[in-house]
């Protein structure tokens, strides 16, 4: 799942990866992912 994409404020991708049983989301892992220049 994408959290969050890229902002003036945050400058990530916010990307979470889990279990999801169409209840509940639950969160595993957590990545932050930047584009270098």
Do not use: A, H
């Amino acid at each position: 799942m994408t959290n969050e994409r890229p902002s003036k404020k945050f400058k990530y991708y916010w990307v979470q990866v889990g279990v999801d049983n169409n209840v509940l989301f639950q969160p595993v892992y957590n990545f932050y992912i930047t584009k270098q220049f």
